[in-house]
């Protein structure tokens, strides 16, 4: 065909070539038609509500291409996205990619990226489905991740009651250490560093938030992806409640010797460290005894109670009380 | 509540609410969860396929925020993301809107910015169903479009056949020209000049499209968003075909004296002019007859032949055949 091929799509087949083989494509057969035509088809799930979510993940923003490895981008900006998914209790399916691109990266760089993207969407069942591409002097990338759950078992953040009993899943804090660690390095981080993996390489609580929403166990849910102090903020004033927590039952984030010595202090890594999306979860008394110690390996911690009164209090070990505030990450307030 | 609230829910609050009262509503009633929590919720209806598009829409790339008026940006976003839904023949229901803002952006900008979506949204019937929002030095738009086809029912770019008649809507270039009036013009456009109101509020052809895929009259089709020289060409590739254009044939702006004086040719803004989002779409011999001569009051305009061949070729007054070269706009190769 003697017809000169388009930058734009040229750079389309080289998204889409790349996950043809993708082993993300089991998840692929409700993705009817993808990449190529005006929009993508989807075919939904009877008696099943869709559910949508777009993440921006920008250069500079929310990556540094000097510090974070390609492959990690690609993994995490997909995971980023599909943790949304896991906080309503529901399943992947598929994603759209929206990627702006200098010239210069779409070289090795996309080639790693894509590489990081695959396994993500292998991992997760979350099959591409479609995208747009442009040029762009810094690296933008926006995901929309496509999920479903039975109708009416989604898990809401507005549903928490008075004296409902908070849990988190793992352990608060471990992905800002992360990238405390991987601002410190010279060059790219290494992702065979185990304190920079939950920074680099998060793992979207998929299982658990399916099987508390199949079990109707949770009152109201939501994903950590910008602190404690800031999501649990949230969680209550969609429910319209208050919160004690107690500190001395937030699974912290464990620091090596080195990373105090550089003054990261647990405590204050898991009360406002983002980017863990762990699980935040709230369960009615009467079904606290159905909730095991730990779900796949996870963690599952009761770390206060709801309250009537719509204050947010931290407690001390001491007893003292005190307010506490959002200061977890909000790119108004501060940059990466 | 004695809580300081949180800078981005604050703009995520402002958003929402801007949109509260929309006329966009009626449409929102598929969808069952908005902004607020950790993703939207969406109610498919039964025996449809679901129909997913991204666009970015980026400051200096698809506008420029000292010429175009913040009202046009806000319809033209959502506009042109409805279009590839009227491309497919299917029906908008529900965006969401990925937003990255200066903050010295988020007063009146985004006031007037919400205005233009909030009519388009309530125009086109597509109710805003989720976002992200961040902080960024320039205005970063991406909208993820979501509609719905009867299954099956689809229109795809693979379908067109040699012998198949291709037609466009409306008449071509006229977004082109409106473009080049917002270049020369000196401040902020005006969106009540005749001449730069098609670049900036697109009309998708969302009835038309509707009703050639529900009388199953088109074998083919497409939105032309980068040009007649550069869609016609992907039309042609996805469904293994050739194309012989009759140049006479093709709906031309028509350009007024002063534009002609400024060396804009209606011929060339005709064949390569970007954004006019008419459709493209290929009719069977059998069904040519079933075809009125204008749908709405758009012209329909049959332009050419699908070939066997897979040239594509555009045809002068004389005869004379030249190849048909894609010359629209594509990010990879040249800026607004």
């Not at 759950?149 to 908070?166: E, H, K, Q, T």
């Amino acid at each position: 065909m003697p017809r000169k091929q388009q930058n734009e799509d040229a750079l389309l087949g080289k998204i889409w070539d790349s996950f043809r083989s993708s082993p993300g494509r089991g998840a692929g057969r409700s993705v009817s038609l993808g990449i190529g035509d005006d929009a993508a088809l989807f075919c939904p799930k009877h008696g099943h509500e869709i559910i949508l979510t777009c993440d921006w993940f920008l250069e500079g923003t929310h990556f540094l291409p000097k510090k974070h490895p390609p492959d990690a981008v690609g993994w995490k900006c997909l995971a980023r996205a599909v943790s949304d998914i896991a906080a309503m209790g529901g399943a992947p399916r598929c994603f759209l990619l929206g990627l702006a691109l200098p010239e210069t990266r779409t070289g090795r760089w996309l080639d790693v990226f894509l590489g990081g993207l695959r396994r993500a969407s292998g991992k997760l069942q979350c099959a591409l489905a479609g995208g747009d591409t442009t040029r762009r002097d810094e690296i933008l990338i926006n995901i929309t991740a496509v999920g479903e759950v039975p109708a009416g078992r989604a898990l809401l953040r507005s549903g928490a009651r008075a004296d409902d009993l908070i849990y988190v899943s793992g352990r608060l804090g471990e992905a800002e250490l992360g990238l405390q660690m991987v601002r410190r390095s010279a060059g790219t981080a290494s992702p065979q560093d185990p304190l920079t993996r939950k920074h680099l390489y998060p793992q979207p609580r998929l299982a658990l938030g399916q099987w508390l929403a199949k079990k109707g166990l949770a009152s109201a849910m939501m994903d950590l992806s910008d602190g404690l102090s800031s999501d649990l903020a949230r969680l209550c004033a969609a429910s319209a409640v208050g919160a004690r927590l107690e500190k001395r039952k937030i699974p912290q984030v464990r620091t090596p010797h080195l990373a105090l010595k550089h003054g990261h202090h647990p405590e204050q890594l898991a009360l406002h460290g983002g980017d863990d999306y762990e699980l935040l979860f709230t369960v009615p008394p009467p079904k606290i005894k159905l909730l095991p110690k730990s779900f796949q390996g996870v963690g599952l911690a009761a770390i206060g109670k709801i309250t009537r009164e719509r204050d947010v209090l931290l407690v001390e070990e001491n007893g003292r009380e005190s307010p506490f505030t959002p200061a977890g990450w909000d790119p108004f307030r501060k940059r990466l």
